[in-house]
């Protein structure tokens, strides 16, 4: 057996007299200082510190609408425009550098309830419960007092409750009592697409393969339709409804739905009979959800108040955003540029909060650039240590919501210690362990 053992020769290190340079060992790489950990986890605890003392997430609130404001979209060619309707039906568009209203217009009798941007940035396609899909031209000039037509009126059979542009073509979907796709020049829908539901609340078009669309119906339903074959193709129930969906920009294949239960679920549409990941923050029903433009994270907005800000493979909100006269959020919007979000609620406004709440609104000096790189890297370094992740997963809620999520925390042990004890006391395989990713899911019908 050989062993290595450390050998140095006394003449190597021994001062002849008094006056010789004591030699040193050690390592010049400053990589390979021994205290190089230490020091960067402290630099990582106290930049986790100040993105907490710093955090100043509101930007700004638009004001303006004198009804609660129903939904929001954002121009695909444009980043500082959006455009929203109200429950009075009143259309406007927005400039976001100034805070400003472009125009506005009473555009249906009664809610707003659907608006999407054409894919030319200038023109947009709104519906309401008037039973009125309507297409209206940005009018830049307009003096004071002065009244806006709307350039085309589709009228349908029944109320509308959304819709979505295709992303190339001049095609609009809608959906009510089913799902109807319309050509601005016919005035019947090319095509209706249904499944049994009776009435559809949502529907979006995927942004990749842009014949997809997904919509959520009230009989707990997410169906998967195919324009080519005029078909739906694939179905899956969950134990309550889906209000909104929303499909990754990024990856054509998946999707989240805002849920009823309080969550959110990430779908692979190759594979509806699990879940991609459960997002469980919110304490009531979420009623929007917005993919960012780079497709790694998504906001959410919810009956509890709260907007929350999710990483699209995480369980849990990284950031959640709330104000003392903020009432329940209808609607959300990322912004183009992925470094603003929008919130619209029922106190009549729509505000405008930073995705980073704690990063300035001001161009970085290339020095502080790299200082701000270099901070990022080491709280990703550092995030699964017990200082760090405490520090970065506290977040100050309205007491409510705290409460509520306490008695949702106990209620969920309580129910899966249930759980633990039935199968404790069965006969082998007789209450099989079901994951948390397919406990919601009712079926699924190809």
Not at 60 to 66: D, E, S
């Amino acid at each position: 057996m050989k062993v290595k053992v450390i050998n140095r020769v006394a003449e190597d290190y021994t001062r002849e007299r008094k006056t010789d340079v004591v030699k040193v060992f050690k390592n010049p790489d400053p990589v390979m200082h021994p205290f190089e950990r230490a020091r960067e986890f402290t630099r990582a605890l106290n930049a986790t510190k100040l993105d907490k003392v710093f955090a100043k997430p509101f930007a700004r609130a638009l004001a303006g609408h004198r009804d609660a404001v129903s939904c929001l979209a954002r121009s695909r060619t444009r980043l500082v425009d959006i455009a929203s309707g109200s429950c009075d039906g009143e259309l406007r568009i927005w400039d976001l550098a100034t805070g400003s209203c472009q125009w506005s217009t009473a555009a249906h009798n009664g809610f707003v309830r659907g608006v999407a941007w054409a894919p030319d940035g200038d023109s947009l396609w709104t519906c309401g419960d008037d039973r009125l899909v309507k297409y209206w031209q940005r009018e830049p000039d307009l003096e004071a007092g002065e009244s806006i037509e709307p350039d085309m009126t589709i009228v349908g059979q029944h109320a509308f409750l959304g819709l979505d542009v295709h992303w190339k073509e001049q095609l609009v979907a809608t959906c009510g009592v089913d799902v109807q796709i319309w050509d601005p020049q016919r005035s019947e829908p090319v095509h209706t697409l249904s499944w049994g539901s009776d009435s559809v609340m949502s529907v979006k078009f995927n942004a990749i393969e842009r014949h997809v669309l997904a919509s959520t119906g009230s009989d707990r339903s997410i169906v998967l339709h195919d324009m080519r074959t005029a078909t739906a193709i694939r179905k899956v129930v969950l134990h309550k409804r889906s209000n909104k969906v929303a499909w990754n920009p990024m990856e054509a294949f998946n999707f989240v739905v805002a849920n009823e239960d309080h969550n959110l679920y990430t779908f692979d549409m190759r594979r509806l009979d699990s879940a991609l990941c459960v997002h469980t923050d919110h304490v009531s029903a979420v009623l929007d959800v917005d993919f960012a433009p780079t497709g790694r994270e998504f906001v959410s907005g919810s009956y509890d108040r709260t907007v929350r800000i999710w990483k699209y493979n995480e369980g849990r909100s990284r950031e959640v955003y709330h104000g003392k006269r903020m009432q329940r959020i209808w609607s959300v919007l990322f912004a183009g540029d992925a470094k603003w979000i929008m919130s619209a609620s029922d106190d009549f406004n729509i505000r405008l909060w930073k995705a980073n709440a704690s990063k300035g609104v001001k161009p970085l000096l290339p020095r502080e650039e790299r200082s701000q790189r270099y901070q990022d890297k080491l709280k990703e370094r550092f995030k699964e240590t017990a200082d760090v992740k405490r520090i970065a997963r506290h977040k100050h809620l309205p007491k409510a919501v705290l409460k509520a999520s306490r008695l949702k925390g106990i209620i969920k042990s309580s129910k899966q210690r249930k759980e633990k004890n039935v199968r404790k006391h069965s006969k082998p395989g007789a209450v099989p362990h079901v994951a948390e990713r397919k406990k919601n899911i009712v079926a699924e019908v190809t």
